[in-house]
């Protein structure tokens, strides 16, 4: 099977804004059975973002910290191109609950017409990290909410301080 291959290289695409304790259960649970898991940082203009792609991406770092077979890039362009260029043959995404299932099967079939070689993976999530969400993480943080629990420790400290630099702006 191509896609549990020891000598396979998988990308984990995303925005990331920022990542959640949801995202890292994924890629430490499905990392070792890869060559390498590329955590694809999506550089998406379309997008309004928090934190921009570099600040998001060295947060992955942080709370990825030991992973030895995880590596971080940002990209922004289509995932699948970002696969071919660095031989990826799996992508992986994450499924929290019924309301991801459309969005992510448009995806994986989308993905799969550009390019028919790349398989798509997805992994659910665990009953804990099914309610989180980037998005949502935010909004608690924003309002004065913890987030302990929900997001790594850096993470939860950039939190802080962007809420704090973003208050101070108002
Ligand atoms: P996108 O903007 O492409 O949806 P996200 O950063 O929100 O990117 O999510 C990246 C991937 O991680 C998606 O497949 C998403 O379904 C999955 N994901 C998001 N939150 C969680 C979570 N709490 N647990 C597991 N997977 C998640």
Same mark, same amino acid.
């Given at each position: 099977m191509a896609y549990l291959q020891k000598q396979a290289i998988a990308v984990y695409p995303g925005s990331f804004d920022p990542i959640t304790l949801g995202?890292?259960?994924? +890629?430490? =649970?499905l990392a070792d059975f890869y060559k390498e898991l590329v955590v694809v940082v999506a550089n998406s203009p379309a997008k309004s973002q928090l934190f921009t792609p570099t600040e998001r991406a060295a947060l992955i770092e942080k709370s990825l910290a030991g992973n030895k077979n995880v590596r971080v890039e940002v990209f922004d362009g289509l995932t699948v191109d970002y696969a071919r260029k660095i031989g990826a @043959? +799996? +992508? +992986? =995404?994450?499924l929290r609950a019924v309301a991801d299932f459309e969005y992510e099967f448009a995806m994986a079939n989308m993905n799969r017409k550009l390019a028919p070689e790349i398989e798509t993976m997805i992994v659910f999530t665990r009953p804990e990290y099914s309610f989180v969400s980037s998005r949502t993480v935010k909004e608690v943080a924003f309002f004065g909410g913890s987030v302990e629990g929900l997001v790594p420790a850096p993470v939860a400290e950039a939190?802080? @301080?962007k809420v704090k630099a973003a208050k101070e702006n108002i």
């Open positions: 995202h890292v259960d994924i +890629i430490k =649970r @043959s +799996i +992508i +992986i =995404r994450g939190l802080t @301080s």
